[in-house]
């Protein structure tokens, strides 16, 4: 097997014609609000690629970047990334393109602010579920395990021949095989092109630059949100729901890192983890992660059900293979005025949330 298939050929073809229109032209690589190594790496592929072609890039997210892994990632390659936060409107000439790579547009708060200046959306290359929520002029979603496969299929068909010698090449190569064994929980949920694509990389990725890039140590505040998420747990049925109460926008990637945490006990096969995070503008959501190791539970399903939709119409959240997350944007109920009403405010997302997802699996409520 390998990526020569006319499937992978089409879609190199396809995505390189559209670009060919493009030449001189900026764009936008949208990544999700918490870029993962995934996302990033995909977006600097992007870059790479375009690049021989005159096609100037910003990689930018709406979020931040708080897991120790992802900074050390972005730091150690010096991937430049541009923040910019949801308070902060767009420029509105500067781009002739948006591209989205590891998400469709509903993981990002940039979506809003691009369509208002009426930038037009190019690509859409993804692994997750397809959504509709934008209308590209190309599309590549595969259910691989991780969109950084789909990137390399397009280096390995020709996109851009890698050179051992090229530093650039070689750290681009590290980012996107980093992307890939996060994605796939270190080959575990790797589907074949993923086990191509991390072969075709292998002969050029920094191996001591990716061995610092994986021995990162927790923060104190990561450390703090398991220990909450493991005295606030209930398991049911191997289900097991945890919420962690008020985070900072900088904290939020601990929710992730305490549902892999939990998935971790003898008895769980899932773990759900939520809590309130606040963004610098004083708006909070219920941000949430979900992980699992039970084949036959779909978290995008799973997630959509337990959950519903907003009176937008659009879904909490959804997810691909063995993760998820969803955000609840708080709204009206957003900000801290009082202590005595935030508590109650948590008490009731917390008994709800844990209402929803125990509700759905046919466990008892508990309390
Ligand atoms: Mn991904």
Same mark, same amino acid.
């Given at each position: ?18 670009? $060919? ?53 972005? /730091? ?24 989205? &790579? ?12 691009? $369509? ?68 796939? /929980? ?24 990716? &061995? ?21 747990? $209930? ?8 919420? &962690? ?31 309130? &995070? ?61 202590? $005595? ?27």
């Amino acid at each position: 097997m390998d990526f020569d298939g006319e499937d992978d050929q089409n879609k190199l073809k396809q995505f390189l014609q559209m670009l $060919e229109s493009r030449k001189g032209e900026r764009h936008a690589v949208v990544m999700q609000d918490f870029p993962d190594p995934d996302a990033i790496s995909c977006a600097w592929a992007y870059r790479q690629i375009v690049a021989a072609m005159g096609i100037e890039t910003d990689l930018i997210y709406g979020g931040r970047i708080s897991h120790q892994e992802n900074l050390a990632l972005v /730091n150690l390659l010096k991937i430049g990334l541009t923040a910019i936060p949801s308070d902060q409107p767009l420029d509105k000439n500067r781009y002739q393109g948006s591209v989205f &790579v590891d998400n469709q547009g509903t993981t990002t708060n940039l979506v809003d602010r691009l $369509e208002k200046n009426g930038v037009p959306v190019l690509a859409i290359i993804d692994h997750h579920a397809q959504q509709d929520r934008l209308q590209p002029l190309f599309v590549d979603i595969r259910p691989v395990g991780a969109c950084a496969s789909i990137m390399t299929s397009y280096l390995a068909l020709g996109a851009m021949n890698l050179a051992a010698s090229n530093l650039k090449h070689k750290h681009l190569a590290t980012a996107l095989l980093h992307g890939i064994l996060s994605e796939t /929980n270190s080959m575990i949920q790797a589907q074949p092109m993923d086990f191509l694509a991390a072969a075709h990389l292998q002969p050029f990725f920094d191996n001591d630059m990716l &061995v610092d890039i994986l021995h990162q140590q927790r923060s104190h505040r990561g450390m703090e949100v398991i220990r909450m998420a493991l005295e606030t747990r $209930e398991i049911r049925e191997g289900f097991c729901i945890s919420g &962690v109460g008020y985070l900072r926008a900088s904290d939020r990637d601990s929710i992730p890192q305490a549902a892999d945490f939990l998935l971790t006990e003898e008895t769980v096969h899932t773990a759900i983890v939520f809590g309130i &995070v606040t963004h610098a503008t004083g708006e909070e959501v219920i941000s949430g992660s979900l992980r699992t190791t039970k084949s036959a539970l779909n978290p995008d399903e799973f997630i959509k059900e337990g959950l519903g939709r907003a009176a937008t119409g659009a879904f909490y959240g959804g997810g691909k293979a063995s993760a998820g997350g969803f955000e609840i944007p708080l709204g009206f109920l957003s900000g801290s005025e009082d202590e $005595e009403l935030s508590k109650m405010k948590w008490e009731t997302f917390n008994a709800k949330i844990r209402k929803k997802f125990f509700g759905s699996i046919g466990a008892e409520i508990p309390r």
